[in-house]
């Protein structure tokens, strides 16, 4: 009866320390992902805070399932090595081809490298996992704005344009963007009440996009000029 009693709470032991390791990780998951998803979230990008953390928080829990339900040693690893090719059919859903350009690789890249911190927690690589956070942070952060500062990243300008002659106006935005070599991505024309209006979309950088706006007022042809959106690329 003591042998039975004894085995009873060698069992209870383990269970225990395999519990407790296990939660400790999916909550160290969690948090990770979670962190890296509230900057994506105060940035308003499409995977914010909850995707972050759902995809840092699944990667980890296949990571400890498939060490868990593993028939042998050489199925360890079968279930979390299918997380990579999950996470990138994700991450292509996230990819927008829209008028002319591409959007969203910044948000791809940063769920595959969340998948990966939380196959870290899940491997038990606490300090690997919190040390990729802190990169991943400063990549976001940090770079964003210095790209951001030396204008080292395009974005899509949309303007509109109205006047009472369509030709005339097409005619003097191809001719202003000759002149800065830019070109339009998309074009869209409406008339109302005698009057046309011409939205279009051009890819540049913020100072070029300034001076091409400086230009388009300048021009006697058109009765009004606006800047009616702006798309970043990532």
């Keep these: 009866m003591n042998s039975l009693h004894s085995v009873m709470d060698l069992l209870r032991s383990e269970m225990a320390v395999v519990l407790s390791s296990t939660l400790a990780r999916l909550v160290i998951a969690a948090i990770l992902g979670g962190i890296i998803g509230l900057e994506r979230q105060l940035r308003h990008k499409p995977a914010g805070l909850r995707t972050n953390m759902f995809i840092c928080f699944g990667a980890a829990m296949f990571t400890l399932l498939s060490k868990e339900l593993a028939g042998g040693p050489g199925d360890s690893a079968r279930i979390a090595a299918q997380i990579i090719p999950g996470i990138g059919f994700i991450g292509a859903g996230s990819i927008l081809h829209s008028r002319g350009s591409v959007t969203g690789l910044t948000t791809a890249a940063t769920l595959f490298v969340v998948a990966s911190v939380g196959m870290a927690v899940g491997g038990g690589l ?13 990549a976001l952060a940090v770079l964003g704005r210095m790209e951001r500062g030396f204008a080292l990243r395009t974005a899509l300008y949309t303007y509109e344009v109205a006047g009472s002659n369509v030709e005339a106006m097409l005619r003097e935005v191809n001719r202003t963007l000759e002149e800065q070599k830019l070109t339009m991505q998309s074009v869209h024309l409406a008339s109302t009440d005698g009057e046309s209006r011409l939205v ?35």
Excluded: M, P, W
């Design 200 to 234: 279009f979309a051009v890819d540049c950088e913020r100072e070029e996009q300034s001076l091409f706006l400086i230009r388009l007022h300048e021009s006697n042809v058109f009765g009004s000029v606006k800047s009616i959106g702006t798309t970043e690329h990532e």
């Design 126 to 138: 606490y300090i690997t996992a919190v040390f990729a956070t802190f990169l991943i942070l400063i």
